[in-house]
């Protein structure tokens, strides 16, 4: 079972590109349903982050993620 503090801070790799996305902020959950909808991705680099809106941050949807592994997570995004 994977908990969600593993989960965080991992780094995102598009497969279709080859391309870092950057790393997991956070993750959306569906309470109704009790399952994760994506892993957020902050939009902005940096340690002020904190300061900026959420509203730019990159979602990327559950079913997008192909393999979570120790250090990264693969995604396959045709265009990002």
Do not use: Q
């Amino acid at each position: 079972m994977l908990s969600t503090d593993k989960l965080k801070n991992k780094e995102v790799i598009n497969i279709s590109d080859g391309r870092s996305l950057g790393f997991i902020y956070d993750i959306e959950v569906n309470l109704e349903e009790g399952t994760i909808d994506g892993i957020v991705i902050p939009a902005e680099k940096g340690i002020f982050r904190f300061f900026g809106s959420r509203e730019d941050d990159f979602v990327i949807k559950w079913d997008r993620i192909r393999t979570i592994g120790d250090d990264v997570v693969l995604v396959d995004l045709d265009t990002f």
